[in-house]
């Protein structure tokens, strides 16, 4: 059995958009019965939200959906970037500041990059950050999030 690939999934805050797509990669990879392949965690380049629990919008929009969001927050720390093989950034500004503190880029992949429309128009580069929308802006996240964890497991699972 070869060792798992280690992901982690990157917003700002840790609250609305990583959780959400560790918590629908989690489901998906279940579904397909992929669970042992992987270790999957999520994290905020931000600290403000560390140790609290999703936002309560992105866990009613999973739990309509049948998917669970345990985790608590956590800001990205250095140690991470030998702990995982792979970071997908929910938008650029994600990105950009995961190589400013020393991720590879060849680590660093944009979520959207495994959506099949992905760079077709400006609008498909990032996951926009929900915070300030309703719970609509959460749902349009939660299906962006489905399209990207299928395209990254199909990947993944080759
Ligand atoms: P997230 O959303 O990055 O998807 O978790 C945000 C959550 C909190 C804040 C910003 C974005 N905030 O500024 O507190």
């Not at 999957?40 to 739990?63: F, L, M, Y």
């Not at 760079?119 to 609509?136: A, H, M, N, Q, T």
Request: glycine share 8%; with cysteine; aromatic share 8%.
């Amino acid at each position: 059995m070869s060792d798992p690939i280690r992901v982690c999934f990157v917003c700002l805050g840790n609250i609305c958009r990583s959780p959400l797509a560790e918590g629908i990669f989690i489901h998906l990879a279940k579904e397909r019965g992929l669970t042992d392949r992987f270790e999957v965690d999520s994290s905020g380049t931000g600290g403000w939200h560390a140790g609290n629990p999703a936002d309560p919008r992105s866990i009613e929009v999973a739990k309509r959906h049948g998917v669970l969001l345990p985790s608590r927050a956590r800001q990205f720390e250095s140690s991470d970037t030998d702990r995982f093989d792979l970071f997908l950034a929910m938008d650029r500004d994600n990105r950009d500041t995961l190589i400013e503190r020393g991720v590879p880029e060849s680590k660093v992949r944009l979520m959207r990059s495994y959506d099949p429309e992905y760079g077709k128009d400006e609008s498909i580069l990032d996951v926009p950050d929900p915070y300030y929308d309703g719970l609509e802006g959460f749902d349009h996240v939660y299906d962006m999030l489905v399209t990207a964890c299928n395209g990254l497991l199909d990947e993944l699972a080759e």
